[in-house]
């Protein structure tokens, strides 16, 4: 069983008995992409539909005034 | 484009504008369900690739360097050869990934700062190291204790439960490969 080490580190007996060796390097790239090949982050779904309208409660019928009974 | 502009560590140092392509292998986790699937490194201990970010290098030996550092084995490791990846350690998922940033160049492969995978695939790492890539189609996912998720052809699932590596749930391989696609956002690696 082994791991991806690179070659400087064979002096390590830990990473020589794991290593899957890529060699000694050769040169440096300093990569600056255009575009980051990256995805960009998952949409945020919004509701597909409106929200319910908030429920006034209607108000409440004024108070019907009875007339008093005038005396015949 | 590119253009030789100084030496580090002795090193030739060339500027280029496009990402290097290479070959990493990785394990897998996730829930029964096959949902919730993490790319993570075949070395123990080591961060995972989170889904729709970059893989950011960090060295755990010397906090005095940025990794990759060409005194030390830090950085994103790929490789330039698919047939080196079958040395490595339970691989369970195999792919191309983008290398950026810094990028140490090795001769049989590369140490990066950034990175991200671009195309991905299960494989049964029982019939990888025996043969090759292409003969490594799993059949089924095993699912173990930590979330740990195995891919396997049939033959390999009856090796494996033949000498007590039963699984607690199986998963069919072609709905975790299409998950893991969709949680990368990436194509299908075909060899």
């Known amino acids: 069983m082994a791991s991806l080490v690179a070659g400087r580190r064979e002096a390590d007996p830990l990473h020589r008995r794991t290593a899957v060796d890529i060699g000694l390097p050769k040169r440096v790239i300093e990569i600056e992409p255009a575009s980051l090949p990256v995805p960009e982050p998952a949409p945020i779904l919004e509701p597909s539909i409106d929200p319910l309208p908030e429920i006034v409660p209607e108000p409440e019928p004024e108070p019907v005034r009875v007339p008093e009974p005038t005396p015949r | ?191």
């Open chain 2, 1 to 191: 484009m590119k253009s030789a502009v100084s030496v580090v560590h002795g090193l030739p140092v060339e500027v280029e504008v496009e990402p290097i392509l290479a070959w990493r292998s990785w394990t897998l986790t996730g829930r029964r369900d096959g949902e919730g699937l993490l790319l993570r490194p075949v070395t123990a201990g080591s961060r995972a690739w989170r889904p729709r970010e970059i893989a950011h290098a960090t060295c755990r030996l010397a906090w005095s360097h940025e990794a990759p550092n060409a005194d030390c084995s830090c950085g994103l490791h790929a490789t330039r050869e698919i047939d080196l990846l079958r040395r490595t350690r339970c691989p369970a998922v195999l792919g191309r990934v983008a290398l950026w940033g810094r990028v140490i160049e090795h001769e049989h492969g590369y140490r990066a700062r950034f990175a991200y995978p671009q195309r991905l695939r299960l494989i049964c790492q029982f019939c990888f190291w025996q043969g090759s890539a292409a003969s490594a189609k799993p059949d089924v996912v095993s699912w173990y204790a930590r979330d740990l998720l195995v891919p396997m052809c049939v033959h390999h699932l009856g090796v494996a439960e033949a000498n007590g590596m039963r699984p607690r749930r199986i998963l069919p391989a072609g709905l975790v490969d299409l998950r893991l696609r969709e949680t990368y956002a990436v194509d299908a690696l075909v060899i």
